[in-house]
C-alpha cells in the first residue's frame, strides 16, 4: 500500500480526500461569493447613495449661506443709509431758512450732530476720544508727534482727531499727541 492512499484506503473520507471530491463537503456557515457580491454591491450602492445626498445637503447648505451673507451685506448698507435720512432732512430743512440767525444756526447744528451721533451709535460706529493722561494704545490711537508734558510718558496730551470703531473694530484711529519721556 503506498503511503499516500492510506487515509482513503483506511475508509476515511473528508475534505482532505479525494473521495466525493471538494462539493462532498460543501461549507455551509460561510456564503458563497456569488451571494458576498451581491451583498457588497447592494451595500456600495447604499453608501454611494448617502454620499451623493450628503454631498447634494453640503452644497446645498452653501449655497444657502452664501445667498444670506448677500442678503446680509445688502440689507445692512440700507439700514444704514435709512438711519442718515433724518440728519439729511435736519440738513436741508437748515439750507431753507433764508432768515435765520446764527444762534438758530448753530442750534440746527448741534441738533443735527446729535442725529448722526444716534445714528452712528445705533450702527455700532462709537467715537475713540481718549481724555488726556490716558495710556497711549497703537491698537486705536495714531500719534502724530511726542511733546514735552507733565504728565507720565506715553500717555495722551491731546486728540487733534476722533476716531472710530465699528462693531470694537478700528474703522480710523485717533489721532493723537503723546507725552515724551523725561
Same mark, same amino acid.
Given at each position: 500500500?503506498? @503511503? ?21 463537503? @460543501? ?6 461569493? &456569488? ?42 448698507? &440700507? ?27 448753530? &442750534? ?12 452712528? &451709535? ?7 476720544? @481718549? ?52
Amino acid at each position: 500500500m503506498h @503511503p499516500e492512499n492510506s487515509s482513503a484506503a483506511a475508509g476515511q473520507t473528508g475534505p482532505d480526500t479525494d473521495a466525493g471530491g471538494a462539493d462532498a463537503w @460543501p461549507d455551509l456557515a460561510a456564503p458563497s461569493l &456569488e451571494t458576498q457580491l451581491a451583498e457588497l454591491q447592494a451595500r456600495h450602492t447604499e453608501v454611494a447613495d448617502a454620499y451623493l445626498r450628503a454631498k447634494a445637503e453640503a452644497e446645498n447648505t452653501r449655497r444657502r449661506a452664501e445667498e444670506e451673507m448677500s442678503k446680509a451685506r445688502r440689507f445692512a448698507v &440700507e439700514a444704514f443709509a435709512e438711519s442718515l435720512l433724518p440728519v439729511t432732512d435736519s440738513m436741508e430743512a437748515a439750507i431753507a431758512l433764508s432768515n435765520a440767525t446764527n444762534e438758530q444756526l448753530l &442750534e440746527g447744528v448741534h441738533a443735527t450732530l446729535r442725529q448722526l451721533t444716534q445714528a452712528l &451709535e445705533r450702527n455700532k460706529v462709537v467715537a475713540i476720544n @481718549p481724555p488726556a493722561g490716558t495710556k497711549f494704545d497703537p491698537h486705536h490711537h495714531q500719534a502724530i508727534s511726542v511733546v514735552p508734558a507733565q504728565q507720565e510718558a506715553n500717555t495722551v496730551v491731546a486728540v487733534l482727531q476722533k476716531g472710530y470703531l465699528i462693531a470694537e473694530r478700528v474703522l480710523r484711529p485717533a489721532l493723537v499727541t503723546v507725552a515724551a519721556p523725561k
